[in-house]
């Protein structure tokens, strides 16, 4: 399970923390920054299923 937070002035959702374990995890809404800043970034797909 987790929580997903919202900007308190546009309501988009910028990020994602666990409620349950693996506690080391978060997911950032990458649409938010310019993709000059992240493009460069390694990309893991999730399929939902391997983990």
Do not use: E, Y
Not at 10 to 24: K, N
Not at 26 to 40: E, K
């Amino acid at each position: 399970m987790i929580t997903t937070w919202h900007c308190g002035t546009c309501g988009i959702a910028s990020h994602w923390t666990p409620i349950t374990a693996p506690p080391d995890r978060m997911g950032v809404n990458m649409r938010l920054f310019d993709p000059a800043d992240w493009q460069h970034l390694p990309v893991q797909k999730v399929d939902g299923a391997s983990f």
